[in-house]
Structures are given as C-alpha cells and as structure tokens.
C-alpha cells in the first residue's frame, strides 16, 4: 500500500498508527529519496519529473521486498507516477490518499520541526497533484479528523485489516 498525497498531510503519522492497526510494516518514502533531491527541496526548489522517477522506482522496490504487508508514505502525485510504482512492483498497489485542504495542511506544515520541505512548496504541490480516478486501485479519507479516526476510516476501507 501507497500512503499519498500532498506534502504535510499526514503521510508519516498515519502510515505508523495504520501499519500497527493493520499488522504492517511502515516506510517513509522521504527516507527513500536520493540526497540532491533533498537538497532540492530544502532550498524550496519544486522536484522535476526527472528528480523524481529514481526516488518512484526506490518506492516500489521497497514496497515489492517487504516480507509481509508494507506500507509507504509516497506523495504519488500524478497518475504516471502511481503508474510506474505499480509497474515496478510487478503486481496490485493499493494507494491511500489522504486529502485535506490548502489551509489545514499548511497549519499542519508550519507546526511541524525539522522537516526538510518548506511550506512555501505547498502550492507547488497541490499544483502537481492529480487525485486517483475512479479507475485506479485507490481509495481516499479526509484528513481534517482526529489520527484516530483518520486510521479507522481507512482501516475500514480496505475491509478491517488490509488488502
């Protein structure tokens, strides 16, 4: 499974509560990235498609060598990214997408210490994002709610223990 969506929206925090509600194992996709492209983004410099396709095909080897359900925490933006996750994977990729709105997510952002992406890429971001169609393996739960209820709900979805 893919947590997605924009940055500050809750990826890290959700994927560890849910991968302990479900019996998972959690990744953080910033973990994942290439040290230029944190560099990148800490300048408050936007990733290129190129900057991020290396750091997609990391994702999707980790989620493939899991030893049981794994869970990432990957932006997934566009389409041709969850694309290519799945096409690294080899098999069906459940994507996540946590969805909130520009001002709770940049409240969240301006709390948060020690994270290398700035809240001024915000806009970059949901400039970017392409939600999954109705056609993608994907299912969504908002954001703005208590932790709690933000694993529930997915928990929920995907039938109580994971797909």
Same mark, same amino acid.
């Given at each position: ?9 809750? #990826?890290? &925090?959700?994927?560890?509560? !849910? ?8 990744? $953080?996709? $910033? ?8 560099? #990148?983004? &800490?300048?408050?410099?936007? !990733? &290129? $498609?190129? $900057? ?8 999707? /080897?980790?989620?493939?060598?899991? =030893?049981? =359900? ?35 997510? /940049?409240?969240?952002? #301006? ?6 992406? =700035? ?10 994002? /392409?939600?999954?169609? &109705? ?12 932790? /709690? ?15």
């Amino acid at each position: 499974m893919v947590l997605m969506g924009v940055a500050g929206c809750g #990826k890290s &925090s959700v994927g560890a509560a !849910l991968a302990r509600r479900i019996g998972a194992v959690y990744v $953080d996709g $910033d973990d994942l990235h290439p040290t230029a492209n944190i560099a #990148k983004m &800490s300048r408050g410099i936007p !990733l &290129s $498609d190129e $900057d991020r396709w290396p750091w997609l095909t990391r994702v999707g /080897e980790a989620l493939s060598a899991g =030893p049981g =359900p794994t869970i990432i925490g990957c932006s997934a933006l566009k389409r041709a990214y969850r694309d290519h996750i799945t096409s690294v994977v080899g098999a069906t990729v459940t994507f996540i997408h946590l969805v909130g709105s520009v001002e709770v997510i /940049e409240k969240r952002m #301006k709390a948060r210490e020690g994270h290398f992406m =700035p809240p001024a890429l915000l806009a970059s971001q949901f400039a970017t994002l /392409e939600p999954p169609g &109705s056609d993608e393996n994907a299912i969504s739960v908002d954001i703005d709610q208590p932790l /709690e209820a933000v694993v529930e709900s997915i928990a929920n979805q995907l039938g109580g223990t994971g797909r």
